[in-house]
């Protein structure tokens, strides 16, 4: 993500002085608030797996996961490059492409199935 969209999120918070309202716990509540409001498009839909004509609401609300992720990182002091570059390469450790390649099983099931 560019930093001048992280910059852009906090100057908004900021702008508002809502900085005082953004503790982690507080964050972490609203980060599953509105994954479950994105998880709302999808509900009771006949065919889960076209998002076409829901394209504008997705964008909406995947939009409020991420901006409220860019807050709980700066909150607790983190990097959102670095944490996300450090879990793709535990992932790749957990998940290596020669067991896991069009297999969406658990990484603890994938030896078991190539033994």
């Given at each position: 993500?560019?930093?001048?969209?992280?910059?852009?999120?906090?100057?908004?918070?900021?702008d508002r002085?809502?900085?005082?309202?953004?503790?982690?716990?507080?964050?972490?509540?609203?980060?599953?608030?509105?994954?479950?409001?994105?998880?709302?498009?999808?509900?009771?839909?006949?065919?889960?797996?076209?998002?076409?004509?829901?394209?504008?609401?997705?964008?909406?609300?995947?939009?409020?996961?991420?901006?409220?992720?860019?807050?709980?990182?700066?909150?607790?002091?983190?990097?959102?490059?670095?944490?996300?570059?450090?879990?793709?390469?535990?992932?790749?450790?957990?998940?290596?492409?020669?067991?896991?390649?069009?297999?969406?099983?658990?990484?603890?099931?994938?030896?078991?199935?190539?033994?």
């Amino acid at each position: 993500m560019k930093q001048e969209t992280i910059d852009m999120v906090l100057k908004f918070r900021d702008d508002r002085n809502w900085r005082q309202f953004h503790n982690p716990k507080d964050l972490a509540i609203s980060v599953s608030l509105e994954a479950a409001e994105l998880l709302e498009v999808f509900q009771w839909s006949a065919d889960d797996l076209i998002c076409e004509n829901k394209r504008e609401k997705i964008k909406e609300e995947l939009a409020d996961v991420v901006n409220y992720c860019i807050l709980m990182a700066d909150a607790c002091g983190l990097d959102l490059d670095e944490i996300v570059q450090a879990k793709v390469k535990r992932n790749s450790e957990k998940y290596p492409v020669e067991l896991a390649y069009g297999n969406k099983s658990k990484y603890t099931e994938l030896k078991k199935e190539k033994a």
